[in-house]
């Protein structure tokens, strides 16, 4: 067995020979068709909002702190204490 390195390279139109509709458009035409395989069902949408919304109201409560940082820097010195006791830390290229 011989193992090399390959450019991987997938184009929808080249192998399908059609064009790649938009998100939407499949989405409505999905729905119109009666095909529910791309959304989720009702109890878990309820679901997921009974989980979510205690996190948004505690948010809106006390606004978590987000260390910004200055555009082209390489992030928050926050971030470094994310590496703290891990070997290298952060990799700069």
Not at 32 to 43: A, C, E, N, Q, V
Not at 45 to 74: C, M, Q, R
Request: include cysteine; proline fraction near 11%; glycine fraction near 8%.
């Amino acid at each position: 067995m011989y193992l090399h390195p390959v450019r991987f390279e997938f184009d929808y139109g080249k192998s399908f020979g059609k064009i790649l509709p938009d998100a939407y458009e499949r989405l409505l035409f999905d729905a119109l068709r009666g095909d529910p395989t791309l959304f989720i069902r009702s109890d878990v949408l309820e679901a997921s909002w009974e989980f979510i919304t205690p996190i948004l109201d505690a948010w809106k409560a006390v606004p978590p702190h987000f260390p910004n940082y200055a555009p082209g820097s390489w992030g928050p010195a926050e971030a470094d204490s994310l590496t703290q006791g891990c070997e290298g830390g952060w990799r700069r290229p």
